[in-house]
């Protein structure tokens, strides 16, 4: 049994089962033992690879996009900032990219909001010549416009379960059967933030809920309504919740979310409706990655870079092109969200759209 699964079953045998959540949350950032505190997950032997590994694409044109919505706004000096940043690799693709357009790295403080001791000393490593800022949360950034981003950090926040029973919800919860841990039902209770759901929803659904994700897009939103600026926010996921979503996955393999706490990647999918409903400034449709990268010119870029290369290396720029656009591969289910001031042209790549209205 690994340590941090010790202290699960002694924390449950004390207090009773706990939720999705209180789990999410201590196997991915436990202080000692938690999957983030310990690793570099997107390593050469890592679990799992992102958008920004497969090809410095990515990151490109997300600065761009970023580089084009900043000129819109007035060239302000900004808050760069990204969420959950990983090996650095995507804001070192951005600002490269960045680096082309005059005055804006100049204008621009970089802030790092990273939980990981060991993933901000990589970051350190890629990022360390532009003086990055580390912070714990959105909340210790400056006031001051901000231009964000966000590949694969909200899909890592904690949600809970609740299933549709009687006249309220049942909590899935961790618990433990037989000295191993073990998915239980809590009793049926009202739970005032799902009241509205349950005429509509037939009994035995399953809802995921994940209030650290609405709070984070309120905050988020708030700084940009305030001081102008925008957000991309890049996950999997889709507009509502879709069922039960949770899921572990380490080296490359779907594994039971239970069975090795602290050393797989615990994730879900992102429900993009309650981002935008929870922040308090315009947002764009909701537009699948493929098309965003297509329409950012993905093609142009990889046929420029092709120039360069021939054999095994040709090979994998064109299935990286594949895998980051194609709707069989990340096209499709991972999507994009972008947050703006009211009024303010949305960033390149998306499109206007209130969901609000529908
Ligand atoms: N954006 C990167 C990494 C995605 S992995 C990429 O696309 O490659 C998720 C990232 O979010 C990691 O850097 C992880 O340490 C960080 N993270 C997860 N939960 C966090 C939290 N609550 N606060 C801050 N960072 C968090």
Not at 338 to 357: I, N
């Amino acid at each position: 049994m690994t340590a941090l699964a010790e202290i699960l079953h002694r924390r449950i045998a004390a207090e009773g089962p706990m939720s999705i959540a209180e789990y999410m949350t201590l196997c991915l950032l436990h202080p000692v033992h938690g999957y983030y505190t310990t690793r570099d997950p997107l390593g050469a032997d890592g679990d799992f690879t992102t958008a920004p590994e497969i090809s410095q694409m990515f990151g490109e044109l997300i600065g761009l996009s970023l580089a084009q919505s900043w000129i819109d706004q007035g060239r302000p000096d900004f808050v760069l900032a990204e969420l959950g940043p990983g090996r650095g690799t995507l804001m070192n693709d951005a600002t490269r990219a960045m680096g082309a357009v005059p005055g804006m790295l100049e204008a621009a403080q970089i802030y790092l909001v990273e939980a990981s001791p060991t993933l901000r000393a990589r970051q350190a490593e890629v990022l360390g010549g532009m003086s990055p800022i580390w912070v714990d949360s959105l909340a210790d950034l400056p006031e001051a416009p901000l231009w964000l981003v966000a590949n694969e950090f909200f899909d890592a926040l904690p949600i809970r379960q609740f299933l549709r029973a009687g006249e309220g919800w049942a909590e899935r919860v961790v618990g433990q059967s037989d000295g191993h841990l073990a998915f239980g039902l809590t009793e049926p209770a009202p739970v005032a933030a799902l009241a509205h759901l349950v005429p509509s929803t037939p009994e035995g659904t399953l809802i995921e809920t994940c209030s650290p994700a609405q709070g984070v897009a309120a905050e988020l939103g708030r700084r940009i309504a305030q001081h102008g600026g925008a957000a991309l926010i890049i996950d999997y996921g889709d507009n509502g919740s879709a069922g039960n979503t949770f899921q572990a996955v380490r080296a490359h393999e779907k594994v039971s979310a239970l069975a090795q706490p602290g050393q797989a990647d615990l994730t879900a999918h992102v429900d993009f409706c309650a981002l935008a409903q929870a922040a308090p400034c315009a947002h764009t449709a909701l537009v699948p990655q493929g098309v965003f990268l297509e329409t950012l010119g993905i093609t142009q870029r990889a046929r420029r870079l092709a120039q360069g290369l021939a054999g095994p290396a040709l090979e994998a720029h064109i299935a990286a092109h594949r895998r980051l656009t194609h709707p069989s591969e990340m096209g499709s289910l991972f999507k994009v969200l972008g947050f703006v001031p009211e009024g303010a042209p949305v960033p390149p790549g998306l499109l206007a759209a209130d969901l609000r209205e529908r």
